[in-house]
Every structure is written in structure tokens, then in C-alpha cells.
């Protein structure tokens, strides 16, 4: 396969496509009934679809695996037009409150450009389009009768979409103030730039070839560049408020969770006073941490009675001489935490006067430095001798 084949371009825009419908699939088909996920999904897969078909050598691969030269102009322009509507359908799904009037809009849409495909196919069925044309269809057929007609619906279909989908993100992103959802806005109405660009050319290129002249260059090395450049922003502007907010908390969601794997483990033997939750391994992981956070909150609950303030207090002194506020709190936490578990495995609680037992808001506040510090089990050990035995503290 050469270079010209392949068409490096095509794959930028491909995989960021396929990236976003790979991340969000999952989450996406869990909120099925939500219109945003629905929305969301359409726009992704139509678009990924649009760029698996449209590369030359899938071009190809079409026409050969259907025995029908051209078939990939129809398989390629329907779903280009379906991804026109399903872009019109995510901002009106961004921009509107959930009401009668929205779904009966989206539905129109629907009906337009399901109508328009079902055109696309009657007008090239119609056609006679013997030989197989990969770069030049349009401008080739320009002149055919019910081909001119298939080019030029969907052309058509395609221009009319950008239009009314820049006019309506115009007249809204004044209003918006969500970050990540500006940004994709401003994306979209640069794509969409792009795309008009893109249909324009085609449209003079065929307009050239009805009066006999031959601007077929605007047709077949223009246009593609504004087609590649455009589609790469619209999909940026998509995907940009879908996956924005995840890969801003995911990272730190991630840290967190493998951060509190430590103190998890110091307390698992520990029953919790609500019943354990059933959380897959595969579930989101926002989920996964609010479940380890709760346990290791349930477990602190349920050791309270064993916990040793006295013990913390002489231990966070101790770490202090050596170490910041957070490292300090965290070492006197394990230290705390471990006596306090030994005491819950024998099952002599502590003496609490004045009221029930309760730990700290210093140990629930510092509890992601309490699980980092267990990962210096030296430093904490050091401390708890010195602890105990109320020596001066070395250099630890």
C-alpha cells in the first residue's frame, strides 16, 4: 500500500475519533436514557464511520468487497449525512432544557435527514456510474444524470448543517460559562468554517465542470484539506466537553485511589458498621474511590473506641521536630491507627469520658498523608519508639 493510499491525514482525525467513542462508550451505553449520552454516542460513531469509509483504500476495499463500482459514494455520503444530523441534535441537546419542543425538533431533524439518505441511495440506484472514480467521483459525474442529483444532495445536505449549526452556536456561546464546553464551542465554529470551505469548492468544481470548463484541482486536492481540517475540530469540539472534565479529575481520582490503597488495607480486617457495597473492578472510577473512601470511613468508625488520642498527640510532637504539619499528621496517624487496630483484634477498648467515642478530625483530615506515610515504614517505626518511650528525637 503507498503513501497516496493511505493518506496520512485520514488518521489524525480517525483516531481521536475512535478514542473518544472508545473512552465513553461504556459510560455513554450506561446512561442510555440520558438524550446527552445518546447524543453524544451518534456523533462519535457517525463520525468514526465517516472516517474509516472516506480514506482512499477503504474507498476501495468498498467498491471491491460490494462488486459495485461507487458503492463507497453512497455508503460515505449517508453517513456523512447522518453525522450532519447528529451534530445538529448534540447542540440543540446542549442548548436546550430537556421539553416538548426540543424532542419534537430532534425528531424533525431526523426525519429530514433520514429522508436525504434514503434519496442518496433511489438517486444513485437511478444512476449509471459504471467505472470506478476514487478522487474525481464528483467532479467525474458531474454531469450524469441522477449522479449530478446524488452530488449535489449531499453537498447540499452537508452545507445547509454547518450553516444552521454555526448560526446556532453564534447566537448561544455568549451565554455559555462552562468552561470546557466554550472551548468545544469554539472548535465547532472554526470545523464548521472549514466544512463550508470544503463544500464550496466542491460545489464550484461541479459548477465549473456544467459549463464545460475543468476546475477539478479545487475539487480533488482542495477541498480534502478543508474536509480533513474541519472534520478534526468538529471532532475536537465534540469530544473536548465529553472527555475535558474526565481527564481533568481522572488523574487525580487515580492518585487518590492508589494513595489510599495502604490505609485501606491497615483497616480491611476491620468490620464496617454499613454493608459492604458490590462494586466491580470495572466500574467508573469515581465510583470505585467514593466505595474505598466510605470503607476506610466505616472503618474509622468502628475504631474509634480503641483509639489512642493520647498516643497521636505524643506521636504528631514527636514528628513534628522533623517533618512538615501533613508528614507529621500522617506518621502519628499510622501510629495511632496500627495501636488502635491491634487494640480492636484483642478487644480491650480505651476509657472515653465525656461522651462517645470519636477520632479526630485531624486523623480524618489527613488521611491521604496518613496512607503515604505507611510507605515509610522506617520513619514511622523511629517515631513510634520515640513515642513510646518519650526520648528526644534524632534525625529521622
Same mark, same amino acid.
Given at each position: 500500500m503507498s503513501l497516496e493510499d493511505l493518506r496520512i491525514p485520514y488518521v489524525v482525525p480517525t483516531v481521536l475519533l475512535m478514542a473518544g467513542l472508545g473512552l465513553k462508550s461504556p459510560t455513554i451505553l450506561r446512561s442510555w436514557k440520558d438524550p446527552n449520552a445518546r447524543a453524544t454516542w451518534f456523533v462519535l460513531l457517525f463520525a468514526s464511520a465517516v472516517f474509516l469509509s472516506v480514506a482512499p483504500s477503504s474507498i476501495r476495499r468498498i467498491n471491491t468487497v460490494t462488486g459495485v463500482a461507487n458503492f463507497a459514494a453512497p455508503w460515505s455520503y449517508s453517513l456523512l449525512t447522518l453525522f450532519c444530523g447528529a451534530c445538529l441534535t448534540m447542540i440543540i441537546t446542549w442548548r436546550e432544557e430537556p421539553t416538548a419542543r426540543r424532542r419534537r425538533r430532534i425528531q424533525l431533524i431526523w426525519f429530514i435527514y433520514s429522508g436525504a439518505v434514503a +434519496?442518496?441511495?433511489?438517486?444513485?440506484?437511478?444512476?449509471?456510474?459504471?467505472?470506478?472514480?476514487?478522487?474525481?467521483?464528483?467532479?467525474?459525474?458531474?454531469?450524469?444524470?441522477?449522479?449530478?442529483?446524488?452530488?449535489?444532495?449531499?453537498?447540499?445536505?452537508?452545507?445547509? +448543517?454547518?450553516?444552521?449549526?454555526?448560526?446556532?452556536?453564534?447566537?448561544?456561546?455568549?451565554?455559555? @460559562?462552562?468552561?470546557?464546553?466554550?472551548?468545544?464551542?469554539?472548535?465547532?465554529?472554526?470545523?464548521?468554517?472549514?466544512?463550508?470551505?470544503?463544500?464550496?469548492?466542491?460545489?464550484?468544481?461541479?459548477?465549473?465542470?456544467?459549463?464545460? @470548463?475543468?476546475?477539478?484541482?479545487? +475539487?480533488?486536492?482542495?477541498?480534502?484539506?478543508?474536509?480533513?481540517?474541519?472534520?478534526?475540530?468538529?471532532?475536537?469540539?465534540?469530544?473536548?466537553?465529553?472527555?475535558?472534565?474526565f481527564l481533568q479529575t481522572w488523574p487525580c481520582d487515580q492518585a487518590a485511589f492508589w494513595v489510599l490503597k495502604p490505609l485501606k488495607n491497615l483497616i480491611r480486617e476491620v468490620a464496617p458498621l454499613s454493608a459492604r457495597a458490590r462494586v466491580s473492578r470495572f466500574a467508573p472510577l469515581d465510583l470505585r474511590l467514593m466505595k474505598r473512601q466510605q470503607q476506610i470511613h466505616d472503618g474509622l468508625l468502628r475504631l474509634a473506641p480503641f483509639f489512642d488520642e493520647t498516643l497521636y498527640e505524643r506521636a504528631y510532637r514527636v514528628a513534628a521536630d522533623r517533618h512538615g504539619e501533613t508528614a507529621a499528621r500522617g506518621v502519628a496517624g499510622v501510629i495511632a491507627l496500627r495501636a488502635a487496630v491491634d487494640s480492636y483484634s484483642s478487644g480491650t477498648p480505651r476509657e472515653h469520658a465525656g461522651g462517645p467515642a470519636q477520632i479526630s478530625r485531624e486523623v480524618s483530615d489527613h488521611l491521604t498523608a496518613i496512607s503515604r506515610a505507611m510507605l515509610r515504614p522506617d520513619r514511622v517505626d523511629r517515631i513510634r519508639r520515640q513515642a513510646s518511650t518519650g526520648c528526644t528525637p534524632s534525625h529521622v
Open positions: +434519496s442518496l441511495w433511489v438517486t444513485f440506484l437511478r444512476a449509471d456510474v459504471p467505472v470506478e472514480r476514487v478522487y474525481d467521483l464528483d467532479t467525474y459525474y458531474a454531469n450524469t444524470p441522477w449522479m449530478r442529483e446524488h452530488i449535489v444532495l449531499y453537498l447540499l445536505g452537508y452545507m445547509v +448543517s454547518a450553516l444552521v449549526a454555526a448560526w446556532m452556536i453564534w447566537t448561544w456561546i455568549g451565554r455559555v @460559562r462552562a468552561r470546557w464546553l466554550r472551548g468545544g464551542l469554539v472548535f465547532l465554529q472554526a470545523g464548521y468554517a472549514f466544512g463550508l470551505g470544503f463544500a464550496v469548492c466542491k460545489l464550484i468544481a461541479i459548477g465549473a465542470r456544467w459549463t464545460g @470548463r475543468n476546475w477539478d484541482t479545487l +475539487s480533488t486536492d482542495v477541498a480534502p484539506l478543508f474536509a480533513l481540517l474541519g472534520a478534526t475540530l468538529v471532532a475536537t469540539g465534540f469530544i473536548l466537553p465529553v472527555l475535558g472534565p
